[in-house]
């Protein structure tokens, strides 16, 4: 989109980009998503964690309490490629809406056009959720773990504590898997592999978790031997994947930028 834009020479404001990419996945290829990959691409900053507020859209950089090279980002590529509109995912946004609207239901409030748990008071939920479906408590378990966890990892980012951000990011592989039940059996067979591997602060599915790739951050120091774990592990597991998954060790950066290319004379 932005390489479209620049040829172009159309002038989008990144929030405008977002709002448009929405509007695509959501009206074109039919999936319920929010704004999340979106912000992140056009939002971060070096050094910074992307603190994202889907509701009212607003975005915060949060500045690192740790310098950028005492940790990697691994992504592990499971070798499993799926479009999003084939799996659960829209499913479990669907029952996340109806675990908002019946807590609101609970509470006496009046049926909404479009419920979300942000809607929901997590004291709401913690005097109510024991009477939802078991499903839709599930759901909401997984939400508003959620919303706790990206608040202590906001406090352990600020202070550099890669070894408490990490355990948060282990809590949120766990969720997805025993409360929101997303997950590929690949996938979760990289987090575990990931999760129990010296050298790795903390791991979880990423994205939406039916498919693609594992993230996780890693002492760097550590790369050889988490990549010989992953290797003695994962093509046995899933030998259909043995020769299409990836490894790769990256550092994080700033927002998507365009590059125009000028032919050789």
Not at 24 to 42: A, H, M, P, W
Not at 121 to 142: N, S, V, Y
Not at 156 to 177: C, H, T, V, Y
Request: charged share 20%.
């Amino acid at each position: 989109m932005l390489a479209l834009e620049a040829v172009n020479q159309l002038s989008v404001s990144p929030a405008e980009n977002i709002s448009l990419v929405r509007f695509t996945e959501n009206q074109y290829i039919g999936l319920n998503n929010g704004i999340l990959d979106q912000s992140v691409i056009l939002f971060s900053r070096p050094q910074h964690l992307t603190l994202i507020d889907p509701q009212s859209f607003e975005i915060k950089n949060i500045p690192s309490g740790v310098n950028q090279d005492e940790f990697d980002v691994l992504v592990v590529y499971s070798g499993v490629t799926h479009v999003l509109v084939g799996t659960d995912y829209n499913n479990r946004v669907a029952e996340c809406q109806e675990a908002a609207q019946v807590l609101l239901n609970y509470a006496g409030e009046a049926t909404r056009d479009n419920p979300r748990l942000r809607h929901v008071a997590p004291q709401l939920f913690d005097a109510e959720g024991h009477r939802l479906p078991p499903a839709l408590k599930k759901r909401a378990t997984h939400y508003f773990g959620e919303i706790r966890r990206v608040s202590e990892g906001v406090l352990a980012w600020q202070k550099g504590d890669l070894p408490r951000f990490g355990e948060l990011m282990n809590e949120s592989g766990e969720s997805s898997i025993k409360y929101y039940e997303s997950g590929s059996p690949q996938l979760i067979t990289l987090y575990k592999i990931l999760r129990d591997t010296p050298g790795v602060y903390g791991a979880r599915f990423s994205g939406a978790g039916f498919r693609g790739s594992c993230i996780a951050l890693i002492d760097p120091s550590a790369r050889a031997s988490i990549a010989e774990a992953v290797h003695r592990r994962y093509p046995g597991a899933h030998p259909n994947e043995a020769a299409v998954y990836s490894i790769h060790f990256c550092k994080p950066d700033g927002p998507a930028v365009s590059y125009q290319l000028k032919a050789e004379s």
